[in-house]
């Protein structure tokens, strides 16, 4: 696939991403730093630094949209979160993360970077407006 292949896709999993209601777990502050920028609206918890038990026991709602990194410290932790949201029954939702690692890892490897890597190639507006 070429490049504006693989942005268009993206782009069509940020909006379906959208019309999700789960929340969403990612690695940490810059992370949903970036999603909020993307227009994602969900509840998004960052899991730095955090106990897996503490995090899973505080979240409320049955479906869990794991985002974390594509690299191999961001999938280690992505199979620890899918294997134990669904031992506490919650159901992890994986699609999202699957997908984007399939047409960015070439490009990018952290959540954080998703929305300066469409932005610098004007496919989105600058969102950026949020002062962190």
Do not use: C, H
């Not at 693989?6 to 970036?34: A, M, P």
């Amino acid at each position: 696939m070429t490049l504006q292949e693989d942005l268009e896709k993206v782009l069509d999993i940020l909006n379906r991403l959208k019309g999700e209601e789960g929340v969403i777990i990612v690695e940490g502050q810059k992370d949903i730093e970036s999603l909020v920028n993307l227009g994602i609206k969900n509840r998004i918890i960052n899991v730095s630094q955090r106990n897996i038990f503490d995090v899973i026991d505080g979240i409320k709602e049955k479906e869990v949209i794991v985002l974390t990194d594509f690299d191999k410290n961001g999938s280690s932790l992505f199979k620890k979160y899918v294997k134990e949201l669904n031992s506490s029954g919650k159901k992890a939702i994986t699609l999202y993360y699957k997908e984007l690692k399939k047409y960015l890892k070439k490009y990018i490897v952290g959540i954080e970077q998703i929305y300066p890597f469409l932005q610098k190639r004007d496919l989105i507006e600058d969102n950026s407006e949020y002062d962190w």
